[in-house]
């Protein structure tokens, strides 16, 4: 019923800049948020960040603190991640997804996920 699709990925070189967007429909029934996370190939899903509704709460990764901006427009549902200063490292499939739990950087508080967009930065 959830649907949710990334889009905004492509290849950067360090220190560029991209903005994803989550477009997402559907019979959503989750208390908390949404959040993103992210795959490097061959590697596990790591949280990135998370916003509840209404963005009066948002939560960052470490490794992303204070160059990723998570925000969420509820009148369009539409939901962003503005990642500066890229890294090399940033590099992965990045995922939108409904959180339906409190433990925000766990992938197991989230039910629905998009397919990802594949962000590639270039040293």
């Known amino acids: 019923q959830v649907h949710l699709v990334e889009s905004g990925g492509g290849l950067v070189q360090a220190g560029g800049s991209l903005r994803l967007s989550c477009v997402f429909s559907g019979h959503i029934f989750s208390l908390y948020g949404m959040g993103w996370f992210r795959q490097p190939a061959g590697k596990e899903r790591e949280f990135v960040a998370a916003?509840?509704?209404?963005?009066?709460?948002?939560y960052y990764g470490d490794s992303v603190k204070g160059r990723f901006t998570v925000s969420l427009d509820d009148a369009k549902n539409i939901l962003y991640l503005q990642m500066n200063s890229l890294k090399p490292e940033d590099t992965a499939v990045y995922y939108c997804?409904?959180?339906?739990?409190?433990?925000?950087?766990?992938?197991?508080?989230?039910?629905?996920w998009g397919q990802g967009t594949q962000v590639t930065v270039s040293p």
């Open positions: 916003i509840g509704w209404g963005g009066g709460s948002t």
């Open positions: 997804a409904v959180a339906d739990g409190k433990n925000y950087w766990h992938r197991s508080a989230y039910d629905d």
